[in-house]
Every structure is written in structure tokens, then in C-alpha cells.
């Protein structure tokens, strides 16, 4: 996580000290519903090139996403830590499957 968290703090960069023609600073500028509609269309671009299977084209599609996620973040006030700290909560919880009920995955 050491790279997501150098990027982000570029990215927390860009918003306190803009800089003429970064592409970080024009997503802060436009504002949450620009940054959302790019994650949106990120994740849809990430599906297409997996479904596709080409993985040299999904793991850049990845990387797209996974920068404008952090955007969102910073935007929002997340830092990584928080998100870090729930995957660490998530990890240790390994092997406790939910209850899988027939009935919720009738017809």
C-alpha cells in the first residue's frame, strides 16, 4: 500500500497547492460529480478489458481506477488509512462465511 499512499499524498498535493494543467487539479475543480462519473467509467473500462481478457490492458485499467478512487477519496476526506484499516478487519475475519440461505437466492 506504500505506492497508494505516495500518490495519494501527490494527490492531496495538487488540491492544497494546484498546478496549471494537471489533470488532478482539473478533476478537483470540476468537483465530486466529475471525479464520480471517472470512477464510474473507470470500473466499467476495468470490466470490459477483463471480460475481454486482456491483462496487460486490465491491469492498466486498474491502475485508472484505482487513481481516481484515491481522487474520490481525497475529495471526501478518506484518508488511506481508514480504508486500510478496514481490509486489516476484513483479513482477520478470513474463513467466516456468511450463512448462505436458500431461500435469498430462490427464483
Given at each position: 500500500m506504500d505506492v497508494l499512499k505516495e500518490l495519494y499524498q501527490v494527490i492531496l498535493q495538487r488540491r492544497e497547492q494546484p498546478q496549471e494543467g494537471s489533470y488532478t487539479c482539473y478533476l478537483f475543480e470540476k468537483g465530486?460529480?466529475?471525479?464520480?462519473?471517472?470512477?464510474?467509467?473507470?470500473?466499467?473500462?476495468?470490466?470490459?478489458a477483463a471480460k475481454n481478457g486482456e491483462k496487460t490492458e486490465t491491469v492498466g485499467e486498474i491502475c485508472d481506477l484505482l487513481y481516481h478512487l484515491l481522487v474520490m477519496m481525497a475529495q471526501e476526506g478518506i484518508p488511506v488509512e481508514d480504508v486500510e484499516a478496514v481490509l486489516e478487519q476484513r483479513r482477520q475475519k478470513i474463513g467466516n462465511l456468511k450463512q448462505f440461505h436458500v431461500s435469498d437466492h430462490e427464483s
Amino acid at each position: 500500500m506504500d505506492v497508494l499512499k505516495e500518490l495519494y499524498q501527490v494527490i492531496l498535493q495538487r488540491r492544497e497547492q494546484p498546478q496549471e494543467g494537471s489533470y488532478t487539479c482539473y478533476l478537483f475543480e470540476k468537483g465530486l460529480d466529475k471525479i464520480l462519473k471517472k470512477v464510474g467509467e473507470e470500473s466499467s473500462e476495468v470490466i470490459i478489458a477483463a471480460k475481454n481478457g486482456e491483462k496487460t490492458e486490465t491491469v492498466g485499467e486498474i491502475c485508472d481506477l484505482l487513481y481516481h478512487l484515491l481522487v474520490m477519496m481525497a475529495q471526501e476526506g478518506i484518508p488511506v488509512e481508514d480504508v486500510e484499516a478496514v481490509l486489516e478487519q476484513r483479513r482477520q475475519k478470513i474463513g467466516n462465511l456468511k450463512q448462505f440461505h436458500v431461500s435469498d437466492h430462490e427464483s
